[in-house]
């Protein structure tokens, strides 16, 4: 069952009857496309920031190709206009040349031209402050509302029924554990149930108990008088879009369609939304937008001589971070949302094939992490993801710089120990709505410019690292995912589920991956057995819901296994580094803490001072560490028992860049950057965490995988370039040939060396295999060498 009949609707509908499913419906409260739909501006474009965006884009264009075509229900799409994306700062084509890169990764072809080659690709910009733009050459426009009927037309001839003026009143579960969806006309029972309810989602999630992530915005564009010079031009201009003047443009007829993402924007809706505002649009605000259009009169001088035919200003739905929700709804069986698109016509057509084949199969083609709705966790309330809405909307052609957390919504999670760490010079990034330290600023006045290159925080990051490797470092990891597992049978029960050798004896610890059934990586946790009915989960903190979700949907019937979160309630401090045992062993004398005593991959109850914790020897820099998980209420005791006598022992703090640069030394593998559910564990070189000698979830499919031999190979590469680091997407090539993709990369301080993790093909993988990176425009040499570029023996580690 599909609530509403947007584009993501009528795509979500269209898909599931593509992928095979024909008892499907479409309940719309009003007529087709009589939200947001409607009104669009409708530019399609393949450019996204990740490469499963990409995907899902370029589908969306290949989709609307052939429906535009079809002779029996032909509508317009200007397909192939080209895109113009504007840079005036250098680091703006930085990452338009990374994008390039990326983009290739995907089939998809962009590429970054000068001020001059914008002006003689568009008669009527001007070049002043321009330095160059990214431009896509398929870029385009389409009418929205035949291109929905097209898709309704094509599902209803494949079994789909669509109700119009059909409301979704009242959404219960049955007792047989089927949704039941009421309407004014009656109930339809439904295993699956689809939020595609545009800027109304959170009234049907309501209905569900659910607040989504999502706020709406107000948004405007003008649509002009004709224009001369594109009456005369010849063919149609490409469109525009501008990260500095925050518009956008596009031919309307013979005149522009010109959009606005003014600084002083407006949500929309929050509190309620009149029933009747249906087919309807906001009043015209054009005051608003003055500022920018001011700007824009200075890129195309030509509109200051050009009347306004209309102005357009309807609500446009927003997520924290930009990206929609296309998913699982968290903690809902059998329930599915996409929402919160900003950008619906260009992605639409492929959010509804991804979520479709997620309904289907269970996972899509593609990782839908950065889709996930379960990637945002209890922190994005409403006023959270408002003000996130705003700042993205006024940063709407601004992409995030690495390293980039932006001001709003900070401070959404905290630990106690957040003044102290600050004090300390924590220069602080957001994981799940917490802080944690990137690095820690070696004067007040410190101040990093983000860059695709190398920058000011090399050095700074190098000394955390030297400080971990020669002496001792203390790290707070706030929010690690940790699942308290309670009951009999545990440790069978994790055997079943994950493909690793899950430990039994209480004390030990062990790295576990988890497989989907169709034999992808789906997870990856820390498991430590506290005591035979007592099990620790630990897992990144972004997979808090996920994990969550997918360990609850495996529970045993019978409640002899029970699970609670301990996520918010603990903290880990790490203290990493050769002298991490002797530091301990002052803080805590009562616990053996030499390697014999208390081993790699071990743990215990240990007082720090006098602080309770869980201590667990477990390491993610390669030195050898300890993971204190200490109580929230104890542990800004437990800091300072551990700061206090630090000095004697060469104590720094040290934060994530420095982890960063030190586990892809270690080529140790981070969730969803280099973990994704569209390889097996084979592929993402995790064999020797798999027992094929027990049964396990997914061991079918996946040795139904092994048998047609690997797609790719998980390597680690060592790249000749000392100005900037590979990034996540970038693509690899072996002569002419793209061989794969880098998915995570650093510099490895203690090795000197410019670093990265990726997917190659088999071919390709080879040690000593010399292949090329394109880094921010340029085809650097990179060798393929031991997947474990730091102590490769592990004898530090356990020393
Ligand atoms: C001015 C403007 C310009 C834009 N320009 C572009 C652009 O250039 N390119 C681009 O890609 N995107 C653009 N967008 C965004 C794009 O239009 C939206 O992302 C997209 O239309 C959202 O589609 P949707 O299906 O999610 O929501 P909607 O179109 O709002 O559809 C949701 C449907 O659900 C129905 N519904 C709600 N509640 C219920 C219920 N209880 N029962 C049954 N049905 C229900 C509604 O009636 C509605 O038909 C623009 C948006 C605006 C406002």
Redesign the pocket.
Known sequence: MV?????????ALYHLTREGWSDVVL???????????????????NFGAVQTMVGLKSHSIRLYQELAADPDFAFNYHHGDGGIRLASKPEQLDGYRHFVSMAKGMGVDFEVIDAQECARRHPLITTANLLGALWDPLDG?ID?VPLCQALARRARAAGAEIHRH????AIERTRGGEWRIH?PQGHIDCEHVVN??????N??GA?MGVMHPVASM????FLTESIAAIENFGRRVPLIRCPTDDF?C?QDKQGLLV?FYEQDCKTWGLDGIDPAF?SALCPNDPDRVMPVLENVFKRLPCLEQTGIRTI??????YTPDGL?LVGRIPGQPNAWC???????????GGHGWLLAQQIVHGEACYDTWCLDPRRFTGHANVEFTARKAIEDYQNEFRFHMPHEFRRAGRLAKTTPLYLSLQQAGAEFGVVNGWERALYYKPSDDFHEHHSFRFNETFPVVAAEVQAVAERVGIMEVSGFTRYEITGSGIADWLDRLSCSRVPRKPGKVALCYFLSPRGHVLAEATIAAIAPDRFWYGSAAAAEYHDWDWLRSQLPADGSIRMESLTASHTILVIAGPRARELLGRVAPRTDWSATAFPWLSTRRVHIGQFEAVAMAVSFSGEVAFELHVPNSSLLGCYRELTAEGDAFGLAHFGNLAVESMRIEKGFRHWKADLITEFNPMESGLARFVQMDKPFVGKDALQAMLAQGPRRSFVTLEIASRTAPAHAGDSIFQGDRLVGTVTSASWGHRIGSNLALAFVEPSAAPAATTLGVEILGERVPAVVCGQCRYDPSFARLRA
């Open positions: 609530i509403g009949g947007g584009i993501a609707g009528c795509s309940l719309e409260r009003d007529e087709l496309t009589s939200g947001t739909t409607w009104h669009s501006a409708a530019q399609v474009t426009d929205p059909a409301p979704v009143t309407t595609a309810g545009g800027y109304r989602c009234e049907v209905m107000e948004h405007q564009y956008y596009r959009g249906t357009i200003n309807g609500p446009i739905t929609p996409i929402t919160g698109l900003r950008a619906g016509l260009g992605e639409g």
